[in-house]
């Protein structure tokens, strides 16, 4: 991603509400990066629409560096924002910001955009033909206002020289591959282990659904069967089963879950045993074989055939994919 030698600028557009865990996510892995390289890497400033203090969005201020009226031009722009706030326009997307930022594509600049930050970047004209992530509680909005922008449920995405994250931890993931593909996996290992980061998350990472934090208090009896799930994960329930135990028949069962989370109890139970075993392959030196048995796979070729089709790497690739 970055063609110079030596120390290099990433910036960071504020704008008003920004969440501030990200920005200090952002800089502490720039942080510790610049200490095992050795020597400095990494510099950063933080940019503003105006000169004054920009407000995050627990009320802490804090003082821009330079404004976007300004000539420098950093190695990598990131455009830090808030949530999307529903229908309401960001207040940071403004004429003037998008101006700016298109002069940044044009001169070949890096552009990100972290949380709600994709949106302006999307108002620019600047994620067309791209695909993007954005926080699972923005998606609905995102997808009603950019209809034609390929938008994905990872974590982060990395789509040649534009890079979005969905925000909050997910930040020290994006970071940390950034870090990886400049200054190589043993110092990303390095600062993740300093940050007490057990597992570095990639793009095949998909946020948890909505269906997993806004069902459970949406609907009782869909509570009770995803928690039945949750703790059945090595030895799966049939679905007569599962819809025993929440009192519901099978057929009730399966429209519940398709007006809540969009997919069948199958699928939705699938995927959860596949997420469970991919955290289960990051996060111990457990063998493949004993991974598909406590995800609640009977066999190893058909573990292995599931799990590309849901990551799209054999599980073998994928762990030896990781930091």
Not at 79 to 88: L, M, Q, R
Request: neutral net charge.
């Amino acid at each position: 991603m970055f063609k110079e030698d030596g120390e290099i600028e990433i910036g960071f557009l504020l704008v008003p509400n920004f969440p501030l865990v990200c920005l200090s996510s952002a800089l502490d892995v720039m942080r510790h990066a610049n200490h095992y390289a050795g020597s400095p890497r990494y510099r950063y400033r933080t940019y503003a629409e105006k000169s004054g203090t920009v407000r995050a969005s627990n009320g802490l201020g804090i003082q821009a560096g330079a404004v976007i009226a300004e000539t420098a031009e950093p190695s990598l722009l990131f455009v830090c924002a808030g949530s999307a706030g529903g229908s309401e326009p960001l207040t940071g997307d403004t004429p003037e910001t998008r101006k700016w930022l298109r002069h940044l594509s044009r001169n070949n600049t890096p552009l990100g955009g972290i949380s709600a930050g994709t949106f302006i970047l999307a108002r620019a004209g600047l994620m067309d033909g791209y695909q993007c992530a954005v926080h699972w509680d923005d998606a609905t909005v995102f997808r009603e206002t950019f209809p034609e922008i390929d938008l994905s449920n990872q974590v982060f995405i990395i789509d040649r020289d534009r890079l979005s994250c969905s925000g909050g931890a997910a930040t020290i993931d994006m970071m940390l591959r950034i870090v990886a593909e400049d200054l190589g996996s043993d110092i990303a290992a390095k600062v993740a282990e300093m940050m007490l980061v057990d597992r570095v998350r990639s793009t095949l990472d998909k946020q948890a659904s909505a269906a997993l934090y806004k069902a459970k208090s949406r609907s009782e009896p869909l509570s009770r069967a995803i928690e039945a799930m949750e703790h059945n994960l090595e030895a799966p329930l049939s679905m007569i089963e599962l819809a025993s135990h929440i009192t519901l028949t099978r057929r009730q069962l399966h429209r519940l879950f398709r007006q809540h989370t969009g997919q069948t109890p199958t699928d939705f139970y699938r995927d959860l045993r596949l997420r469970h075993a991919r955290s289960l392959l990051h996060g111990t030196p457990a063998k493949i074989i004993d991974v598909a048995m406590a995800s609640g796979f009977g066999s190893h070729s058909h573990f292995t055939k599931v799990y590309r089709e849901r990551f799209g790497v054999s599980p073998l690739k994928d762990r030896r994919a990781d930091l």
